[in-house]
C-alpha cells in the first residue's frame, strides 16, 4: 500500500484532472471535483487524454443504446448528481478540437470559467448530442460560460493549441495513466476513477489539506 505523505503546512494542494469530454465517468468526476473545490483550498489543473485513441478525425457512428435497457452503473450514479446521460447517440467525435478548446478555457479562463466550459462541453454530448468537432458548438458554449468566444474560433483554425494538447496526452501516457479520471495530487499520488466524495475526504485528511 502507498504511504501518503503530509503536504507541508502552508502549501495548497494542486490537483491535475486527466480526462476526455466522451468519458461519461469523466463528466460524473467532474461533479466532484467542483464540490472538493468549493470545500477545499485547492488548486486545479487540467491535462487532455484520449479515452479511445482508434476514433478516427473524422469520428465514428455509433449504436445507440436501446431506450428500455436498465440503467447502467454510470446512469444511475449520474442520476444521483442531476446528470442526464440521454440515450440515442449515433455517433461519437474524435476529440483533439475539444480538447484545444478545453486548452484555451484553461489558458483564459477562471477557474469556474474552466469548471463551467467543461461542464457545457459533457452535457452537450451527453444531453444535448451536440457535435464536439463542430467549432460553432465550442465557440457557442465558449461565449455562453462568459470565454472569448471569438478569440476561441481564432485559436481552433489555426490550431494554436494543438500542439499542446498532444504534448499533453502523450504526457499522460508517459506517466502511467491508462485510465480516467485520474486525479493527480501534487504531481505525486493519484485518485483513478470516479470516486465518491468521501474517498477524495479520506485522501485529502491523509495528506493534511
Not at 469548471?115 to 461565449?143: C, G, P, Q, S
Amino acid at each position: 500500500m502507498t504511504t501518503i505523505n503530509q503536504i507541508e503546512a502552508g502549501t495548497r494542494l494542486k490537483v491535475t484532472v486527466v480526462s476526455d469530454y466522451i468519458c461519461p465517468w469523466c463528466y460524473i468526476g467532474l461533479e466532484e471535483i467542483e464540490r472538493l473545490y468549493g470545500e477545499w483550498d485547492i488548486d486545479l489543473d487540467w491535462a487532455p487524454f484520449f479515452l479511445d485513441p482508434s476514433i478516427p478525425p473524422e469520428g465514428r457512428a455509433r449504436a445507440p443504446q436501446a431506450p428500455d435497457a436498465p440503467p447502467t452503473p454510470v446512469e444511475a450514479r449520474g442520476e444521483t448528481l442531476g446528470l442526464d446521460f440521454r440515450r440515442g447517440r449515433t455517433f461519437t467525435p474524435h476529440t483533439l478540437l475539444a480538447l484545444q478548446a478545453g486548452a484555451f478555457s484553461e489558458a483564459t479562463g477562471t477557474t469556474q470559467q474552466i469548471m463551467d466550459y467543461h461542464r457545457a462541453l459533457f452535457k452537450a454530448y451527453f444531453t444535448d448530442f451536440e457535435n464536439l468537432m463542430d467549432i460553432d458548438v465550442l465557440v457557442k458554449h465558449a461565449d455562453v460560460c462568459g470565454l472569448d468566444g471569438t478569440a476561441l474560433r481564432e485559436a481552433l483554425e489555426n490550431k494554436t493549441y494543438e500542439a499542446e494538447v498532444n504534448a499533453g496526452i502523450e504526457q499522460s501516457y508517459a506517466i502511467g495513466v491508462t485510465g480516467i479520471p485520474t486525479f493527480i495530487l501534487n504531481d505525486q499520488y493519484a485518485v483513478v476513477g470516479a470516486q465518491t466524495h468521501d474517498v477524495f475526504e479520506r485522501v485529502f485528511a491523509q495528506l493534511g489539506v
